[in-house]
């Protein structure tokens, strides 16, 4: 009787599960483990967020994998130790797992890998978060693309055919020997002490909860995703993101359940913007595993030398807990923390607030989101802030800097949005409540805070810092 080790990380997930797969084809039972070891992940451990829809993931992967007559074998790391004491403790022969792309968990896995292989232990390894591999999308000319648009173009002929594995038939799990004994997933306390989280209960994490929101979205939004994706008073957008994240489903997945719902509505070109989003999540990937100091580092070295403001403490906070007095800006702020989500247009509205009308450097922000959004995910996270500060590659140019009001009245006229995360404005009347602050007696009487910055002259101000950045670099260059 030969057993295998499935070592689930973030793909908790049955179907589509090229590992566990792979695994249940050549081995006659498999172990189904999880190691927790977070300070593995280097500076980027998930945040509090995470560790929420962590908690709940991994709850409903232990209650499919006991319908199929098993269970999820969990333990707190290090992972090698962990790895060494389940195939001492069982007898397995084999670890099998999926890839991942942040560079100190591919340089962990390496390890892994190495030390178990010279152990004796056959290891495979597989492609289950992206359509393709970061290192097997290559310009004509060679290396990693830089652009989005070309390497859009390029992956786009690559999809149409990828088909999703279904749950394996015959699932057959081993008993861990005396020795090995499972932690509880109570036990790695990933869930907050205080009550924070309460207003998560709008998610269901796990395998199931990416399904249901799949195919509401499919049903609900995806002919008019276009035209309402960016409209954040509305249920537009998939809310797939942190169920991509965790693996409880893949882009093929996603890709081939709308192509046939699509299909059946003869209306297939309305999943193309909605790919092509996916798309962004891929390039995210390809830029970090390339190059992996994106998270920290300015992608253009030229903004190595641009005149971020002082850190301050206060205005962060201020941004933080949605006062800023900047409407829009404060109702994602205030729907982050509530939620652990935030929708796009208004995370470029926060994020540009904050690295462009505040000068705080974006890994201010990029620091925030990671320990609240639920969808904290490191290539997305670095890519999405890089690009609202102009740093990063085929980013937004520095000088298109948002005007949080106009954006307002653009995406939420009616202010439904904002109504609904900032209570003070719930009946301003008209334009006021994208911006209180133009009728004084409606502001006082709101208890809304007064602008915390000048939109004008903080934006001339940013403006100014990018002048001097391009001179600077002309300087250097002549
Ligand atoms: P949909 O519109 O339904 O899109 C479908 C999927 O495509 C998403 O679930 C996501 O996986 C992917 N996607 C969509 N837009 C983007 C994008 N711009 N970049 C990368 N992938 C995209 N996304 C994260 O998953 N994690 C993050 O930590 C994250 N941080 C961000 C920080 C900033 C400053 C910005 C501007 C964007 C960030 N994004 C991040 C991207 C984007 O905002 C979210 O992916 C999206 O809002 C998730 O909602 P959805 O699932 O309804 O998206």
């Known amino acids: ?37 977070p300070e593995e992940e280097g500076a980027w451990t998930p945040g509090a967020a995470s560790r929420w829809w962590l908690h709940h993931s991994l709850m409903a992967l232990e209650a499919s994998l006991v319908k199929h007559g098993g269970h999820l074998h969990v333990v707190a790391g290090p992972t090698l130790a962990s790895l060494r004491d389940l195939i001492g403790a069982s007898g397995a022969t084999a670890v099998y797992f999926n890839r991942l792309y942040e560079p100190r968990i591919v340089r962990r896995d390496k390890v892994v890998r190495r030390a178990l292989e010279q152990d004796g232990v056959a290891v495979a390894s597989f ?17 990693p693309y830089k652009v989005f648009t070309p390497f859009w173009r390029h992956l786009r002929t690559r999809i149409d055919g990828a088909e999703p594995l279904p749950v394996p038939s015959r699932l057959s799990f081993a008993d861990v020997g005396a020795g090995g004994a499972s932690d509880a997933i109570d036990d790695l306390s990933l869930l907050p002490t205080r009550d924070w989280a309460r207003g ?16 509401l979205f499919a049903d609900d939004a995806l002919a008019h995703y276009a035209e309402s994706r960016d409209l954040p008073a509305r249920h537009g957008t998939s809310r797939l993101s942190p169920h991509l994240h965790w693996g409880e489903i893949s882009p093929v997945q996603v890709a081939a359940y709308l192509r046939e719902q699509a299909a059946r509505q003869r209306n297939a070109a309305d999943i193309e913007p909605y790919l092509r989003q996916l798309g962004w999540r891929e390039f995210g990937h390809h830029l970090l595993y390339h190059f992996p ?26 941004w933080k807990q949605g006062r800023t007095g900047i409407p829009i800006v404060d109702a994602g702020m205030r729907e982050l923390w509530a939620t652990g989500w935030m929708h796009n247009r208004v995370r470029m509205l926060v994020a540009s607030l904050l690295t462009k009308n505040l000068r705080q450097h974006w890994v201010l922000g990029e620091k925030w989101f990671w320990d609240t959004l639920v969808d904290a995910d490191l290539a997305n996270n670095a890519m999405g802030w890089q690009w609202v500060a102009g740093s990063g590659a085929d980013a937004a140019p520095y000088f298109r800097i948002f005007n949080p009001v106009t954006q307002s009245e653009k995406f939420d006229p009616e202010g439904a949005y904002i109504r609904r995360w900032v209570p003070e404005l719930a009946d301003a009347p008209g334009r006021l409540v994208h911006a209180p602050w133009e009728d004084e007696t409606f502001l006082a009487r709101s208890g809304y805070p007064r602008p915390m910055v000048d939109l004008k002259t903080s934006r001339e101000a940013a403006l100014g810092a990018y002048q001097a950045l391009r001179e600077k670099r002309d300087a250097a260059r002549n």
């Open 127 to 143: 492609n289950a978060a992206l359509w393709c591999e970061p290192w097997d999308v290559e310009t004509k000319q060679g290396g």
């Open 293 to 318: 100091k994106t998270p920290t580092e300015s992608f253009n070295p030229a903004f190595n030398g641009f005149q971020w403001a002082e850190r301050d403490a206060h205005a962060l906070r201020r």
């Open 200 to 215: 998560f209960s709008i998610w269901h994490p796990g395998e199931a909860g990416a399904w249901e929101m799949l195919s």
């Open 1 to 37: 009787m030969s057993t295998a080790i499935v070592w689930f990380r973030r793909d908790l997930r049955l179907a589509d599960n090229p590992a566990l797969e792979a695994a249940v084809r050549a081995h006659d039972r498999v172990i189904a483990a999880y190691v927790h070891a």
